[in-house]
């Protein structure tokens, strides 16, 4: 397998990034272990999860699998901090320096290990002052206890912004930036992958599957499967914005690409969002080993400049039909709409 550079750390990574969300939700430990074991057979290096994943299962449930395969020391293990974890107390959430060092200690526990080797801000909190972040995070990383600082879902001027109050500070500096990203939604391509390109920030999209609408299992005016995320009629109104005539027109275009191929809808969606310029390793989200092969499958699938071309035709550069990026930019802020 041929490994990336994360960044300007030096660090390597696979092409994609197995994340762990479903695991403490709809896959149970011991399916969790054996995806996480089957991953790194096929030589993925690079996990990623969240404290707020199933309030603390999902960190469980990886950090276990690393114990019980042995393979914590050539793994980049990946962690978030900043959502809710305790509906009764008020500072359970954020990016304040009680709630990251309080839910840094948590995740070492519940992860088995003595270091995070990317410790990622959720989501921007401007209301918290960055410095207030910084700080926090860069006595993690004196202590040894984080190696790399992350974010999530920030605006590319929050990254800048961030950028100059860790240089003027003499603090650690953020390595890497997840946004979501996928054919449906190409709106980072505008600001925040030229920022990442010129100041050597790492990207690892989420949702390059566009949260299973790029899979192929949805189509034009049957209802969704049963079971599946769209076809839950109680799905909150920030889901339910992306399930939209526009992603069928897409989905309808595409098709006909991956049966040229021999490969499935979601294998040439996965390959376009891992060769686009500036991306490190999307992050996929197998919920079953079955959707982990699939997955896995996109590894050897070329997306030729004839490819980009239609893809761009049916999505041009920077537009989105399916809205993703809905970052809360605060009180006021630019939100990425159009």
């Not at 299962?57 to 990946?78: C, D, H, Q």
């Not at 990203?181 to 690892?204: F, V």
Request: charged fraction near 25%; include cysteine.
């Amino acid at each position: 397998m041929e490994y990336r550079d994360f960044g300007r750390t030096g660090m390597k990574v696979s092409p994609l990034c197995l994340g762990c969300m479903n695991f403490g939700r709809r896959t149970t430990p011991e399916d969790s272990y054996d995806i996480i074991d089957r991953a790194l057979d096929a030589g993925l290096n690079f996990l990623d999860t969240a404290n707020v994943y199933s309030r603390g299962r999902s960190e469980e449930f990886t950090g276990e699998a690393l114990k019980r395969n042995g393979s914590r020391s050539r793994i980049v293990l990946a962690t978030k901090v900043h959502g809710r974890m305790d509906d009764d107390d008020p500072n359970a959430a954020g990016s304040s320096r009680r709630h990251i060092i309080e839910q840094c200690e948590a995740s070492l526990k519940r992860l088995q290990t003595d270091y995070i080797d990317i410790y990622q801000i959720h989501r921007p909190r401007p209301e918290i002052a960055i410095d207030e972040t910084l700080r926090a995070l860069d006595d993690l990383v004196r202590s040894g206890k984080v190696r790399y600082l992350g974010t999530s879902t920030f605006a590319a001027w929050q990254v800048v912004e961030s950028l100059w109050a860790a240089k003027e500070l003499g603090l650690n500096r953020f390595v890497s930036e997840q946004p979501p990203y996928n054919i449906l939604d190409r709106r980072i391509e505008r600001e925040l992958i030229p920022m990442a390109q010129t100041y050597g920030i790492g990207l690892i999209p989420w949702s390059p599957l566009g949260g299973g609408l790029l899979t192929g299992k949805y189509t034009r005016n049957r209802p969704a499967p049963e079971g599946a995320r769209f076809s839950d009629k109680t799905l909150e109104a920030r889901l339910a914005r992306r399930y939209t005539e526009g992603v069928f027109d897409v989905t309808e275009g595409l098709l006909p690409l991956a049966q040229a191929k021999g490969c499935t809808l979601s294998q040439l969606a996965l390959a376009w969002c891992a060769e686009q310029p500036g991306v490190t390793s999307p992050i996929i989200g197998p919920r079953t080993m079955e959707q982990l092969e699939d997955n896995l499958g996109a590894l050897h699938v070329d997306v030729t400049a004839e490819d980009r071309q239609r893809i761009d035709e049916l999505v041009p550069p920077g537009r989105m039909v399916s809205p993703f990026y809905e970052a809360d930019f605060g009180p006021n802020q630019h939100r990425a709409t159009v």
